[in-house]
Structure formats: C-alpha cells, structure tokens
C-alpha cells in the first residue's frame, strides 16, 4: 500500500462522517419534548393560528381576535411550512421537523459553498458544527437562519454558474432568493450583496456582455425588497455598541453564548482558529515565496465580501425597520464566508489531524448542547403544568417576572405560554408576533388590549383592573409577594392552581 492510500480512503470516508454527524446534530431536537428558543413557542402557535384562519374552523374567540395579513411580507416561510406540517403531523413533531431542516440547511449550505469555490475546501465546513446551535438559533429567529442557509446556497449556486448564466441558472437562483425574502429580508440583501460583489471582482474585459446577462437575472429580486422600503419605517433602533462591545462581540464569536458564559472560550478559541487559518491561508497560498509577489486565485474573490460583511456589522445599528439584534445576526456572516476562502497549506501531519480534531470539537459541542437541552426540557415541563387548569378558549395573559438565568444569554421560558394557548387553543393577549407587522397573523385592527410591551419588558405594571373583562386567566410566574399586580389580581381574580412559582388566576364568576 502506498502513502497515498490512507489519504484516498480518507477522502472517500469524509463524506460520509460529515452526513453522519448532520444526522447527530438532530439529537438534541429529537431527545426533548419541546424545544427550548425563546420565540419557537410563539412561531409554532402562530403558525396554528395561521392553518386555523385560512382553512381551518376557528373558535369565535380566536376569530375575533386575529386576522391574516395577505401581503408578501418576510417571515412567511417559517409559517407557512410549519402550518402546513401541523397538518400531517403534531405540533411539536413540526416544530422539531422545521428546526431539524434548519440545522441541515445550514451545515449542507455552507459545504456547498465551500465545495462550489474548491472542492478541497469542503473539510473547513466542518467549523460550521460549533456554529449550529448558535444565539440566534437558540433565540428562535428561524427564519432568518433559515434565510442565511438559503444565502449560502444562493452563492454558491451562483459562483458555480457564474460562466453558463442560461435560464436554468436564473431559474435557480431566483427561486432560491425568492425563497431567501419570505425566509428574512436581511438574508436576501446578504445574499445579492456577496453576489454583487463577486461579480465586480470576477468581471472581466473578455466575455463581459455574457456577464451582463447576470444582471437581468437577478433584476426580479429587487420588486420585494423595494416594496418592502417603501411601505416600512426604515428608522433605526436600540442603543448603539460602544467600541469594546462591538468588536469583542464579533471578534470572540460571543454569537454561541447561549446557556453559560464557558461558551465565552469556545467562542475565542473558535475565533482563533479562523484568524490562524485566515493568516495561513494568506502566507501559505496568496504568496509565491520564490519571486515574492502575491498570487491570486479565483477564491480570493471571496476575502472581499467577509471583509465588508465586517464593516457592515461595524456599520448596522443594532435594530431597523422595527427588527432587533441585527449586529448579532451579522456577526456571523464573515465567518462563513471566510470558509470557502481558507487553503492553508499546512503540512502532512496538520493536514491528516484537521478533519478528526474538527470531529472531535464537534462531538463536544453536540454532548454540552444535548445535555442543557435535557435539562431545560424539565424547567420547559415545571413552567406548563399549571397552565393545564386554564379552561379551554379562554382569553388569557401570561406574566413572567422572571425570564432567564443570570449567565444566560436565551430564556427558553419568554413565550413558553404559547404552547399552553396552542394546546387549549386560547386566545394570547402576550402573542407579541400579533403586535406587530413583522408575521402573518396580527391582532385584528382596533381590537382593545393589553400593552404587548408592558407584558414583554414591564409585567410589573400590568393593570389587572382595566383589562379584567377582556382577560379571563391570568397566568402568573415568579409573582412578587406584596406587588400590586398580585393585590389586584386576588381581588379580581381566584387562584386555582399554583405549582412552585406558577399560579394560575380565573376571573371571579368563571368557575
């Protein structure tokens, strides 16, 4: 056998461990009951909602409260096809479905990418493991992850037809950043903006009409976004990151800081990593050492898009057009495009420990991702059992006067209620996707309700009183003794049930 042998059978076994390990990156999603993101419960009861109002039968509390808005809005993907899953399979069975598609998406998008630029470039898609079940996954924004994996694919698609731009290529493409829109509208700009620059660097004197055609084909996808400037606020919002937060956020990959801060050194080994690789890449592969000049390589194309993708972190404020959290949702995005761009040439013995040293930092972020995940499920079963005394189609208000632990980034309780109202199809005055016009299902227009704010930031000045006729139940979590909101609810309301800090208010009569 030659030296060569154990490197060919490597490269045959790799594939195959890489869709091994995509498969056990679902465990944690399969081994609980409910899925523990901060908005997951809320997407999946909209999204009932959502099968409910267009061709379901829905109870005339749920009527009146809610309608559909019928406009091309982003977040119709998550919804849509979670609706549609409802309808073949449990609730819970969808969520996980969705969420399952969401991880292969990512992880398969970003090898394809690294594979469409170099085929040998496929092993560093391996680092996308650790990023899987990163802040914004866990926070619940599915569809914008699912957005950044449709990105990725769009690229990719892209870079490999970049020469043949015939009608399947546009076909293709255009689906795929259709799809990109209704996932989030941020990924579709992210991805025209990696293709747009792309194209400039790739442009060349010779062929320049057949790369023209590149423009025609992606003109449909600027009809959406425009009507999306135009009938939205464009307003910036949130307090802006002073410079030790804005960059120690990106450059220690702070994004996988979900459960506890021991995620903090993962995250800057992992940012390490990328630089050492970035800065081998630069030496080993850029450089002909013999006559000491630079030398390029279609890839190097792809150095420029995570350049500015940084500077358009440095730039975003951090809300807009009434979207939060847009620096950790862009903090990512130059990672990724640096794997496609990394070569580094190694050596012979770095090269053969790449792949099993990936493996194994894979393995333990999927053991510690599994194990909090067992554990939150618990927490998720404690918090629901004392919804189970609401009454069927009742009106109710959830208050959580405690969210999350202290050193968590995520609090998988915020809209935990929902499942409890999707269950017993209650009607969720704390359904803040309703609120606002982000989603497909909102409150109907001049309906009298609770203050979606104060229930989200302020629960503590929720007033009982004003709202008693409209809200049946009241479920309250970690209540303060001696609060008004507690005397006020003793007054209008009974206690019915109360397990560790859940308690459970019907209004006086309803018993």
């Given at each position: 056998m030659t030296a060569a042998a154990p490197r060919a059978a490597g490269r045959r076994l790799e594939p195959a461990f890489f869709a091994l390990f995509v498969l056990l990156y679902l465990l944690?999603?399969?081994?609980?009951?409910?899925?523990?993101?901060?908005?997951?419960?809320?997407?999946?009861?909209?999204?009932?909602?959502?099968?409910?109002?267009?061709?379901?039968?829905?109870?005339?509390?749920?009527?009146?409260?809610?309608?559909?808005?019928?406009?091309?809005?982003?977040?119709w993907l998550g919804h849509a096809a979670l609706a549609l899953l409802m309808s073949v399979v449990p609730p819970a069975a969808a969520e996980k479905l969705l969420l399952s598609a969401c991880i292969v998406l990512f992880l398969l998008a970003l090898r394809y990418l690294a594979a469409s630029v170099e085929p040998e470039a496929r092993r560093w898609a391996w680092l996308g493991f650790p990023l899987a079940y990163n802040f914004l996954f866990q926070v619940g924004f599915t569809n914008y992850c699912f957005g950044l994996g449709l990105a990725m694919l769009a690229v990719g698609v892209w870079w490999r037809?970049?020469?043949?731009p015939g009608p399947a290529t546009a076909l293709l493409l255009n689906l795929l950043l259709l799809l990109a829109y209704f996932a989030h509208v941020l990924a579709l700009a992210l991805a025209l903006g990696a293709i747009g620059v792309l194209w400039l660097v790739t442009l060349r004197r010779a062929g320049w009409r057949r790369h023209l055609l590149?423009?025609?084909?992606?003109?449909?996808?600027?009809?959406?976004?425009?009507?999306?400037?135009?009938?939205?606020?464009?307003?910036?919002?949130?307090?802006?990151?002073?410079?030790?937060?804005?960059?120690?956020?990106?450059?220690?990959?702070?994004?996988?800081?979900?459960?506890?801060?021991?995620?903090?050194?993962?995250?800057?080994?992992?940012?390490?990593?990328?630089?050492?690789l970035a800065l081998a890449t630069l030496l080993r592969e850029n450089v002909d050492w013999a006559r000491r000049r630079p030398r390029a390589r279609p890839a190097d194309a792809f150095?420029?898009?995570?350049?500015?993708a940084v500077a358009l972190y440095a730039w975003a404020p951090p809300?807009?057009?009434?979207?939060?959290?847009?620096?950790?949702?862009?903090?990512?995005?130059?990672?990724?495009?640096?794997?496609?761009?990394?070569?580094?040439?190694?050596?012979?013995?770095?090269?053969?420990?790449?792949?099993?040293?990936?493996?194994?930092?894979?393995?333990?972020?999927?053991v510690y991702q599994l194990r909090w995940y067992r554990r939150l499920d618990g927490e998720m079963r404690a918090f629901l059992r004392p919804l189970a005394a609401v009454p069927r189609h009742a009106r109710f208000v959830p208050l959580l006067f405690q969210r999350r632990r202290p050193e968590a980034r995520v609090a998988p309780l915020y809209h935990a209620a929902a499942y409890a109202a999707l269950e017993r199809e209650l009607v969720d005055w704390g359904n803040y996707e309703a609120g606002t016009d982000h989603f497909p299902v909102r409150f109907a227009p001049g309906l009298p309700r609770p203050d979606i704010w104060t229930l989200e930031t302020r629960p503590i000045g929720?007033?009982?009183?004003?709202h008693r006729d409209r809200v049946d139940a009241v479920?309250?979590?970690?209540?303060?003794?001696?609060?008004?909101?507690?005397?006020?609810?003793?007054?209008?309301?009974?206690?019915?049930?109360?397990?560790?800090?859940?308690?459970?208010?019907?209004?006086?009569?309803?018993?």
């Open positions: 944690p999603l399969w081994a609980v009951e409910r899925v523990p993101t901060n908005d997951g419960p809320s997407h999946l009861y909209n999204a009932w909602l959502l099968r409910e109002l267009a061709w379901g039968d829905p109870h005339p509390a749920l009527d009146a409260a809610y309608d559909v808005r019928a406009e091309p809005i982003p977040n037809r970049r020469e043949r590149h423009l025609a084909i992606l003109a449909p996808q600027a009809l959406l976004p425009l009507w999306f400037l135009v009938t939205r606020s464009l307003a910036p919002a949130g307090r802006e990151w002073a410079g030790e937060q804005l960059w120690g956020y990106l450059l220690g990959l702070e994004v996988l800081w979900t459960f506890d801060r021991g995620q903090l050194p993962l995250g800057r080994a992992l940012a390490l990593l990328w630089g050492g150095l420029l898009p995570a350049v500015l809300g807009l057009a009434g979207g939060i959290l847009v620096k950790p949702r862009l903090s990512l995005v130059p990672y990724l495009f640096l794997v496609p761009w990394f070569s580094p040439r190694l050596g012979r013995w770095l090269e053969r420990l790449a792949v099993p040293a990936f493996v194994l930092l894979a393995a333990g972020v999927l929720y007033r009982v009183g004003v479920y309250a979590w970690h209540l303060p003794a001696g609060s008004a909101v507690a005397r006020r609810l003793r007054r209008d309301y009974d206690l019915v049930r109360e397990e560790g800090p859940g308690r459970v208010y019907l209004r006086k009569g309803l018993r």
